[in-house]
């Protein structure tokens, strides 16, 4: 599939750089997994990180420093080496996930409004990342709703329209604390979508205050 929707350029080089959270990066990740062109900026942006990282002049380790840097690595690496146990792709109902989602923890779906059911995903190496799987049933509108901080979404299956665009699977979506919308699902059946949230979701209204509790963020 060729995506039309894109992650931003700064996006892109702050996942390059590693300075993404975990929860965007790993959105992200899912992105470029199926993207040529995205893939090739993040190559593009990591060349010269490293260009500038050659140019630094060396400088002498102070006494135990490498002992030091061994140990902090240290729970990074046992926690990558039980990840890679799982060889098998993450599913759920059946359904297929991106590659990116290999290692996590995919929870079961619970319902969350009429017609929204929401999956949570367990990142392991970094258990706060707040990202879910939001099935969304056709021709739903969801609740209008703003951002405290960054969100960012990627569309697994079917469609949605929000602010005169429409995304389709492989489209990545940004949004934060200046965005207010309230996306309108396809007709042409449910659609599934990967979202890392930071901060906090506001839902706007009445029945979109009664949603908070059940959401949860």
Sequence with gaps: ??????????TLLRYAAGTLPAGPALVVATHIGGCPACRRKVANFEAIGGAFLAQIEPEELS???????????????????????RSSRASIDGIELPKALSDCGIG????????????????????EANVILLKVKANKHMPAHGHSDLEVTQVLTGSFSDG??????????????????????????????LAAIEG??????????????????
Excluded at 1 to 10: G, K, L
Excluded at 108 to 127: C, D, E, M
Aim: glycine content about 12%; proline content about 9%.
């Design 1 to 10: 599939m060729t995506a039309n929707h894109h992650p931003s350029d700064q």
């Design 63 to 85: 006494d135990g420093a490498l002992d030091r840097v061994l140990e902090k690595l240290g729970p990074i690496e046992s926690k990558a080496t039980a990840g890679a146990v």
């Design 108 to 127: 079961p779906w619970r319902s969350v409004g009429p017609g929204v059911k929401l999956s949570r995903i367990t990142v392991p190496y970094a258990p």
């Design 164 to 193: 005169g665009n429409r995304y389709l699977p492989g489209d990545f979506v940004e949004g934060d604390d200046e965005t207010d919308h309230s996306p309108i699902i396809g007709s042409e059946g449910e659609c599934i979508s």
């Design 200 to 217: 906090r979701i506001q839902f706007k209204g009445f029945l979109g205050r009664l949603l908070q509790p059940l959401v949860g963020i």
